[in-house]
């Protein structure tokens, strides 16, 4: 018998990584503060050295954890060829300022200072379903260069 529970959802986020930080052209530094009981923010910075455009292509792998703790892949797969302008159109509902700039295209090489950004504006998310199974989820992100197909982040 398969049974799955599906209810309006509440991201609780238990870390962040960045897989390999040493040959990513943006790199992510960021790291969970938790505020209190039922509040957690982001802090830290992101280091970017080739700007995040639409000549980037975006692919996001979404893994569920099974009963017996091992992760099935491929749970939820989303690809797009204009990685700027589609993070834009997910988070157009979202106030970015705590994560050190804005969703505007391109975003320009620098270091940005994520200074506490609520994790709970990720249920703001477009195009996002508002319900899903219970369980946990890993979420792997990868942006690569179109012409080269090389991975920068």
Request: charged share 25%; proline share 3%.
């Given at each position: 018998m398969?049974?799955?529970?599906?209810?309006?959802?509440?991201?609780n986020?238990?870390?962040?990584?960045n897989?390999?930080?040493?040959?990513?052209?943006?790199q992510?530094?960021?790291?969970?503060?938790?505020?209190?009981?039922?509040?957690?923010e982001?802090?830290?910075?992101?280091?970017?050295?080739k700007?995040?455009?639409?000549?980037?292509?975006m692919d996001v792998?979404?893994?569920?954890?099974?009963?017996?703790g091992?992760w099935?892949e491929?749970?939820?797969?989303?690809?797009?060829?204009?990685?700027?302008?589609?993070?834009?159109?997910?988070?157009?509902?979202?106030d970015?300022?705590?994560?050190?700039?804005?969703f505007?295209?391109?975003?320009?090489?620098?270091?940005y200072?994520?200074t506490?950004f609520?994790?709970?504006?990720?249920?703001?998310?477009?195009y996002?379903?508002?319900?899903?199974a219970?369980?946990?989820y890993?979420?792997?992100s990868?942006?690569?260069?179109i012409?080269?197909?090389?991975t920068?982040?």
């Amino acid at each position: 018998m398969n049974l799955i529970v599906k209810g309006e959802y509440r991201a609780n986020f238990k870390s962040f990584y960045n897989c390999n930080p040493e040959t990513n052209k943006i790199q992510f530094n960021y790291y969970l503060n938790k505020k209190s009981d039922n509040s957690t923010e982001i802090k830290g910075n992101m280091t970017i050295l080739k700007p995040i455009d639409d000549f980037l292509f975006m692919d996001v792998n979404v893994a569920t954890k099974e009963a017996n703790g091992a992760w099935k892949e491929n749970s939820f797969l989303f690809r797009s060829e204009k990685a700027c302008s589609t993070s834009k159109k997910f988070v157009s509902q979202i106030d970015s300022n705590g994560l050190g700039f804005n969703f505007t295209c391109p975003i320009t090489q620098g270091v940005y200072i994520a200074t506490g950004f609520d994790t709970s504006n990720f249920e703001k998310l477009n195009y996002i379903p508002k319900t899903f199974a219970y369980g946990t989820y890993k979420i792997r992100s990868v942006l690569k260069d179109i012409k080269t197909k090389v991975t920068v982040a």
